[in-house]
């Protein structure tokens, strides 16, 4: 290979690895705006919280005479902690995967129906909505446990297996 050869070469794959790191910033951008229209902070910071109150229960029982200042002052260290790690997380897994499983034109789609009327209301009633049905999954898998059992016993006499509950 030939010295202006070489120089050709270096020079293609520097402008394409130049513009490959434009296009991930540009997409990196895209990722963050999908970030920002759908409060994925103030849900990381929810989530941060309603993860410490257990851990702080358990805390204030191990410490009943704890002074309430300090409880406090630890509490906000805790979710402060769990927030930074929850962001941390997302960034190092949710953007990658956004990177890879969808194209720009995508993320657009999304941020534009999240800075939508529709989408933002959506953004505000997701959490409630989560919450109220986490409250009732439990119970509602609790009145379906015959359901699963006979869907069980179902397909083990299918299969000619006496299957034991």
């Not at 029982?61 to 406090?72: L, S, V």
């Not at 995508?106 to 959506?122: H, M, P, R």
């Not at 509602?140 to 299969?159: F, G, H, R, W």
Request: hydrophobic share 45%.
């Amino acid at each position: 290979m030939t010295h202006r050869t070489l120089v050709l070469a270096v020079l293609t794959v520097f402008c394409l690895s130049g513009a490959d790191r434009a296009y991930a910033q540009e997409k990196r951008a895209l990722i963050k705006k999908l970030v920002e229209v759908t409060d994925m902070t103030g849900q990381i910071k929810t989530g941060a919280q309603a993860a410490t109150a257990p851990i702080m229960e358990q805390i204030k029982q191990a410490n009943p005479t704890m002074p309430a200042d300090t409880f406090t002052y630890i509490q906000g260290k805790v979710e402060s902690e769990l927030s930074n790690i929850m962001t941390s997380f997302m960034e190092q897994w949710g953007f990658k995967t956004w990177e890879q499983d969808f194209s720009d034109q995508e993320l657009q789609y999304v941020i534009d129906f999240y800075s939508s009327a529709t989408g933002k209301k959506f953004v505000q009633v997701m959490p409630v909505m989560m919450q109220q049905l986490m409250a009732a999954l439990p119970q509602y898998l609790q009145e379906s446990l015959p359901k699963i059992k006979n869907a069980v016993m179902q397909a083990a006499a299918d299969k000619k297996f006496n299957i034991k509950f």
